[in-house]
């Protein structure tokens, strides 16, 4: 394959015979489109909507209801096999249209292109659609146009692109000709010509799109640990329920009355509510950020981003304020100081008058090759366009430089080039990275190096500036032997409250890395000023980073921080990768099209809501309305109030579930002789009816001081919470639940052995029931703490749990007094010995976990007092060793 002369080197040749100017012939069109197919990304290979709802209803602890449900039809319990299963499906539901949102990423990328677009064919302009365009099609570009496929500009008029979407860099790009526009991009202003170079697949687009496919979500913490705790609860459920059915067999019952006895007990066991107790907990901390200007898209992303423990941050707009201002202009009779706010064209300027004249010099130059303003909205100057421009434009206001119309012609700065360039009247002025223009000027001053050496490492971004002479066409070679003008030092301060969520971040263990473009020198600046950046951390170049993923990890997990400048979107992707499997779990902000792919490998995808592209708010699981840094921090404080949540509303379960177990254990263990105290159907009152809104409550438990203090805990059912559940809570309940059954029982007259009436039986079933019933209402309040007793609880603090005591309190007095319904469920209303012995149980309850709460306490100060004062957990590197920290559970 050849190139023509009018083709850029590297570019497909063009057709024989093809006029550039009359655009392609009809049957060109066709065997272009015969030889590479339409103009469409390709198509996602992933599941369909009900391979998605399939996967909701099939999960394990989803698996284990359906087969709880099964047992309850089999055991003769219709009205609770259809409650579990309103319950599967309820939540099946919601989570499915949560899931079925967050992957459509990919569509979006597909709806960038546009659905008509105006080319050359035959001579003349046509309208067709976006995904007609071939190779060497001539496209005509105008303001309000979207890009259909790759292309190259052939000759343009005031061309300025937006192009955000692929590159997450706001406002608009100058383009001329020879420069590349890319898929998906959108003309913000002018007018151009341009040949299309690659279509479909080979677009930059459907690179991206292919990327962000292959980054697989992973599962979260709370689903991995939910699975276990179901795996457990399963095991638990199903030995019981054979153990209690061989010793019913055992005792004398006959198999099928056995084995639905056995059925009954192991559904009993299933903790129903434990479901929607999780999603509803998960849906308030997700309104709840929300509050804070983070958006939730995935429900579960609320938990894993409590189980955060390294982020990886942007720097412009996240940890800067994103309001670029020229705060010195350097030349070579001196610098040039401004000293104003934002974008406002007042300043207090200071310099010698040879050096402001050089100044107002090189302003008029720059500002000839940026596109961007400084406007007035509403009494305040903002900009519009890029912050940089905007930056320029106001640096002119300031020195008083006339704003004169432009006439010329404007060369867009390009990624090879690192500068843009304008011609007007033989006069050339070229605006870029210093690097890129230095170079090519010939009169360089002898301390320039120094010079940018200083500005760079005071953190400020560097532009230079220089001028020349040239009577040809636009092209490269305008852009060489220029005259040195000035270096332009521009200042991106760091938002206020930056210093201190990095801080926080530091104290909860959290390690942050600045993932960014920027010069290395600036951002490490910057880095260090805000303190994420502390003596020990480490500054990688993102243009050679280390080939093994497992020595990039470990470089980058440090406690001192981390910088990556210059980084491409495959090295934020590759960075996401290698720090999950090194076991972080990895929150990732991006804003572009290029950082889906990142974003989606990350276990927490934040996207900016306030500057970022549609696709990368698409690809997130939390977009931060307000782009701040310190509201990630803030998530990341309401996700560990979840996760603890979770944890609170987990052993008021196990610990209702010992309370159930013990009567069917006591009366197995007895071979009989000591009558069952519950029936299954009072347990599963107990679970589904009265247990269920207390529950519900305690997952609206707001965060506690000391929440931010070291790592959270890894495991939702650890050694600590089964000891507590099921050795002290548990214990507690049934210990006194089971007295109280026992001394109604001998205060009727029933002696070992004997079958007590169905009267008495009736009395004494209903004061256990009742028992654990108020034992659970003082557990609601013991389980609001994992260190305070009740009685230094505040309950204003989490008024649903006063409510929910309430209600339950109306359930019980309904389930105990209400003939018909007592009936039902196997007992009727407590004599006044089992009232009193039910009010015993809950105070019981507050007071044992109150003795073991006071009791860790102490021993837990005195261990601190022996190990005498540790390093403070804001000083650089307390408490943020990956595997340690200790997590203050209130």
């Known amino acids: 394959m050849t190139t023509t002369p009018d083709a850029p080197a590297g570019w497909p040749a063009r057709a024989p015979g093809l006029r550039r100017g009359a655009g392609l012939t009809t049957a060109e069109v066709v065997l272009r489109q015969h030889r590479d197919g339409l103009n469409r990304l390709p198509e996602p290979v992933r599941p369909g ?34 409650a579990i299963v309103v319950i599967v499906l309820l939540n099946a539901g919601f989570a499915f249209w949560q899931e079925y949102r967050a992957d459509q990423s990919t569509e979006r990328l597909r709806a960038l292109l546009p659905a008509l677009t105006r080319v050359l064919r035959n001579g003349a302009s046509a309208s067709v659609g976006a995904d007609q365009l071939v ?85 979260s913490p709370l689903t991995q640990q939910l699975d276990r705790v179901v795996r457990i609860v399963a095991v638990l459920a199903a030995v019981t329920g054979v153990s209690l059915a061989v010793a019913s067999m055992v005792l004398g019952l006959g198999t099928t009355e056995a084995f639905l006895f056995g059925v009954g007990v192991s559904v009993a066991l299933v903790p129903e509510g434990l479901l929607p107790t999780v999603t509803l907990s998960l849906a308030r901390g997700a309104r709840e950020m929300a509050r804070d200007n983070a958006l939730v898209r995935r429900l ?60 107002v010099g090189a302003a008029r130059s720059a ?41 010329g012609t404007r060369r867009a700065y390009t990624a090879d080039r690192m500068l843009s360039s304008h011609l007007s009247d033989g006069v050339v002025s070229v605006l870029g990275a210093p690097e890129a223009v230095l170079g090519r000027c010939r ?134 990768r290698c720090l999950r499997m090194r076991g972080h779990v990895v929150a990732m902000t991006g804003d572009g099209v290029n950082d ?48 603890q949540n979770v944890r609170r509303f987990l052993t008021y379960h196990l610990t209702d ?29 107990l679970d589904i009816g009265t247990d269920m809104l207390p529950a519900l409550a305690l997952g609206a438990e707001p965060p506690r001081e000391g929440i931010m203090r070291g790592l959270p805990p890894r495991v939702l059912l650890d050694r600590a919470l089964m000891r507590r559940s099921l050795l002290v809570l548990g214990v507690t309940e049934a210990t006194l639940s089971m007295a109280t059954f026992t001394a109604v029982l001998v205060h009727g007259g029933w002696r070992w052995g004997e079958q007590p009436s169905a009267h008495l039986l009736a009395v004494a079933s209903g004061s256990a029931f009742a028992a ?58 407590p004599s006044g010995l089992g009232w009193a012995g039910a009010l015993a149980t809950g105070a019981g309850v507050v007071l044992v976990d109150g003795l073991v709460k006071t009791r860790r306490n102490a021993t837990a100060a005195r261990d601190q007092r022996r190990a005498g004062p540790g390093p403070s957990p804001l000083t650089p590197g307390a408490g943020c060793a990956h595997d340690s920290g200790k997590y203050a559970e209130n």
């Open 657 to 685: 579930n010992v309370a159930e177990l013990a009567p069917f254990a006591v009366w197995a263990l007895s071979g009989g002789s000591y009558p069952l105290a519950l029936a299954v159907l009072q347990v599963l009152a």
């Open 49 to 82: 909507a009900w391979r998605m709802l399939a996967g909701q209803l099939t999960h394990l602890l989803a698996v284990l209801l359906w087969v709880a449900s099964g047992l309850a039809l089999l055991a003769g319990m219709p009205e609770l096999a259809a």
């Open 443 to 576: 009169d360089v001053p002898v301390d320039s190096a120094e010079r940018l050496e200083a500005l760079t490492g005071a953190g400020r971004r560097v532009l230079a500036v220089a001028t020349g002479t040239w009577s040809g066409e636009v092209c490269d070679d305008m852009e060489h032997d220029l005259h040195f003008l000035a270096l332009l030092a521009l200042q991106d301060p760091p938002r206020p409250d930056v210093a201190e969520a990095l801080a926080r971040c530091r104290a909860a263990g959290i390690r942050v890395a600045m993932v960014t473009g920027d010069h290395p020198r600036t951002a490490r600046t910057i880095a260090e000023e805000v303190g994420l950046l502390a003596p020990g951390g480490v500054v990688l170049d993102g243009r050679a980073l280390p080939h093994d993923d497992a020595r990039l990890a470990e470089i980058l997990d440090t406690p001192h921080g981390a910088v990556v400048a210059r980084v491409v979107p495959q090295g934020k992707l590759r960075i996401a």
């Open 300 to 359: 579960d992303a609320v938990e894993t981003l409590g189980a955060t423990t390294f982020i990886c941050t942007d720097k412009t707009g996240t940890i800067t304020q994103n309001r670029m201002s020229v705060v010195e202009v350097v030349t070579r009779w001196g610098p040039v100081t401004l000293h104003g706010c934002g974008y406002d064209p007042v300043a207090t300027i200071s310099g010698s008058e040879n050096a402001r004249v050089l100044a």
């Open 367 to 407: 500002l000839a090759c940026v596109t961007g303003r400084t406007v007035q909205r509403h009494d305040s100057w903002v900009s519009d366009g890029d912050p940089m421009d905007a930056a320029v434009h106001c640096l002119t206001l300031r020195l008083g430089v006339p704003q004169a119309p432009d006439h």
């Open 135 to 219: 190779v060497d099609d001539v496209v005509l570009l105008s303001a309000g146009d979207r890009v259909g496929a790759d292309v190259v500009v052939l000759a343009a008029n005031g061309l300025s692109v937006d192009e955000s979407l692929v590159t997450g860099e706001s406002g608009a790009v100058p383009h001329g000709p020879g420069d590349r526009l890319l898929a998906g991009t959108f003309v913000m202003d002018g007018e151009g010509r341009a040949i299309v170079n690659a279509t479909g697949q080979d677009t930059t687009l459907a690179r991206i799109s292919s990327l962000t496919g292959q980054a697989d979500r992973p599962p």
């Open 596 to 643: 889906a792919p990142a974003l989606r490998e990350a276990d927490v995808g934040v996207a900016m809501g306030a500057s970022g592209s549609d696709v990368a708010r698409e690809s997130a699981d939390l977009v931060l309305l307000d782009d701040h840094f310190a509201t990630i921090v803030r998530a990341i404080e309401q996700g560990r109030a979840t996760f």
């Open 772 to 829: 654990i019933a108020i034992g659970q209402m003082a557990n609601a309040f013991a389980c609001r703490s994992t260190t305070r007793p009740v009685w230094r609880l505040r309950p204003a603090d989490n008024p649903l749990v006063v409510a929910a005591v309430v209600a339950e309190i109306v359930l019980l007095v309904a389930f105990v007094g209400v003939p018909w319904l007592a009936d039902l469920l196997g007992g009727s209303w």
